[in-house]
């Protein structure tokens, strides 16, 4: 059974009554709905457009029986349609050799659990030392791994070539669909790379040098080098110097030219190329940190190593304005192949905050990267400022990652501690669309564990949700800038609410360009989202927000088809069984349908 409402404004008018063998060939006046064998129903459909709407007769049976098909099942799972559309749908199978494709993962879960197993939040996992093996890559895949970060503060860019070719060729060979995410190292202070050790320990009461001299032969020992030449100037005795956001602390007690002597009052981990922040008096000292460029040269060098690779996102570090993600997106869409490239703005300064809405307005995402940010503000202002930074992602739709020190300690252990769980149970319950590990997957002695405790929680947390049907009752700010935007956006709310009141089993979205997903997903609703795209890039980018599970599939402005090829395939291979009850919405013809499958 199926019931239809059809959206149209006057600029896709023309686009409809030019389908052929769409049941929209016909005057805005009228409107058919789809039958299903062996069931029949009479209502009346809604129309809305941008003139007067009229409406629309009642359809007798005879009128109907017009339009029904029925869905079959060839060997291979192909669908067809015995109608008068056979050519429609059996033109679409033809050119569609790869039929379906969605990833191996969430596909074993809808069939061993059902749609309500699927866990919505995304998982990020940075790749190092411990993970970038083929064997590693596809146990973090096989894991719940969505994303697979490079930060470009390690390694050298035929290290991270490596990497990604492993990644393309895992997801083209083991059927995942990892996206991939680059990581810029940004232009504020960092060490250097410890002479190649991979990290250094640093002791209470232990006497470091801090220095911007060039070393040719090897340096001595506890000598860190700092990537700002006007470091030694800037500094000054009594200052507290904070390694990585604080995990390593330092008082200077001596300048000597180009060293800096400190002495070590927190002691921790140095990681190479780690962020360095100096406060005085209580205070951040960031006039020379706010002088320097939010992209370097060896960013724009990385950009372009990006570029050539396809990577699916760019996230730029320190961000400090929304004229550098424009700059930015304008590069990306001269160089890149369409401009398919996400740019992800990290939010991890006080300039950062200062301009949060205006930067995450003009990116494709934010990231949360709590360490740097804690070296900036208070540490007890953290919380607020992740809650803050969230909701502006959620009220603009756009994706929002939560990272840094999730499970820091799995680093070194293989079980965090209580605290770690109950901080990410808090950012899965904020409804953050991905989580983020750092050292714990590049680094760590742990890497699978460590992930299997996010799926884990994450699961547990949003079940928790669900069973004490805490709809989102959050009203969600108007986003559309025009007429035909505003109503995908409507349909988009009625969707989700739909779905939570009707108890659905999932929604299905059929977007070319994945801006209706997102806006099903802005509501996060109470099932699964379905996300069917007809490029592998969309897909894959798709695979960073919250509760969608893309598809990529060829269809066409047909709806009528497109569910008919959709529902056979899924059902070939197990995915959903007759009598489940979805919401369909498109944007080719922005509409919105509410049927048992077949």
């Known amino acids: 059974m199926s019931q239809s409402i059809q959206f149209s404004t006057p600029s896709r008018t023309p686009h409809l009554l030019n389908l052929p063998h769409s049941q929209f060939n016909r005057p805005l006046s009228s409107i058919s709905f789809r039958r299903f064998p062996l069931t029949t129903i009479k209502y009346t459909s809604i129309r809305a457009s941008s ?7 009642d359809l007798d049976s005879s009128s109907s029986s017009s339009s029904s098909s029925q869905v079959l099942l060839s060997p291979n799972g192909t669908g067809a349609v015995k109608s008068d559309e056979r050519s429609v749908v059996a033109t679409a199978v033809t050119t569609d050799t790869a039929g379906i494709e969605v990833d191996t993962v969430t596909e074993a879960e809808l069939k061993e659990n059902g749609f309500r197993s699927t866990r919505r939040t995304k998982l990020i996992c940075t790749i190092g030392p411990a993970t970038c093996g083929f064997e590693q890559l596809e146990a973090l895949a096989v894991g719940g791994m969505n994303v697979a970060r490079l930060n470009m503060c390690h390694g050298t860019r035929d290290w991270h070539r490596g990497v990604i070719r492993s990644v393309r060729r895992l997801n083209e060979e083991k059927g995942f669909a990892v996206a991939i995410m680059m990581d810029t190292e940004g232009s504020e ?18 006497i470091w040098t801090f220095t911007v001299r060039a070393f040719d032969s090897s340096r001595p020992e506890r000598t860190i080098s700092v990537s700002y030449d006007g470091f030694a100037e800037d500094v000054r005795v009594g200052d507290e110097l904070l390694v990585d956001g604080g ?12 060293d800096v002597k400190c002495l070590c009052t927190d002691p921790g981990l140095l990681l190479p190329r780690a962020n360095l922040t100096f406060w005085r008096d209580g205070s951040l000292v960031r006039e020379r940190n706010a002088m320097l460029p939010t992209i370097s040269s060896k960013d724009w060098l990385d950009i372009d190593f990006g570029i050539a690779e396809g990577v699916d996102f760019i996230a730029v570090s320190f961000v400090k304005s929304a004229e550098v993600i424009n700059h930015l997106k304008s590069y990306l869409a001269a160089r890149s192949r369409g401009g398919e490239i996400g740019v992800i703005a990290k939010i991890e300064s006080i300039d950062s905050l200062t301009n949060l809405e205006e930067i995450i307005l003009a990116s494709d995402g934010a990231m949360v990267a709590r360490g740097d940010l804690g070296a900036q503000i208070p540490l007890e202002q953290v919380p607020a400022a992740q809650q803050r930074i969230v909701q502006v992602c959620r009220g603009l739709n756009k994706p929002v990652i939560v990272a840094s020190q999730l499970l820091e300690s799995m680093i070194e252990y293989p ?26 997957s590049a680094m760590g002695q742990f890497p699978d564990k460590a992930l299997t405790v996010l799926r884990t929680v994450s699961l547990r947390i949003e079940r928790w949700w669900r069973e004490e049907k805490r709809h989102e009752s959050v009203p969600l700010q108007a986003i559309g800038s025009t007429f035909s935007d505003k109503i995908s956006e409507e349909i988009c709310n009625s969707a989700a609410k739909m779905a939570n009141n009707l108890g659905v089993d999932a929604v299905f979205v059929y977007t070319t360009s994945g801006h209706m997903a997102s806006l099903v997903s802005r509501c996060r609703p109470d099932c ?16 960073l927000q919250w509760g969608l599970i893309p598809f990529r599939l060829s ?25 489940d009850l979805v919401i369909a919405v498109s944007d080719m013809l922005q509409s919105i349908q509410v049927m048992n499958v077949p």
Do not use: Y
């Open 415 to 440: 079980t965090p501690t209580r605290a770690e769980v109950a901080d990410v149970s808090e950012a899965v319950r904020q409804r953050s669309d991905a989580l983020m590990l750092s050292g714990e």
């Open 189 to 206: 202070i960092h060490m250097g790379d410890l002479g190649g050790e991979a990290s250094a320990k640093a002791e209470d009461g232990e």
């Open 247 to 258: 995990m390593v602390r330092f008082e200077v007690i001596e300048k000597i030219g180009p």
């Open 51 to 57: 003139s007067s709407p009229s409406p629309s007769p």
């Open 528 to 543: 699964p989202i379905f996300a069917f795209t007809t490029t592998t890039s969309v897909r894959r980018r798709l695979n």
């Open 555 to 579: 269809f066409s402005d047909d709806m009528e088809s497109n569910l008919n090829k959709t529902f056979s395939l899924l059902k070939s291979r197990g995915m959903i069984k007759s009598g």
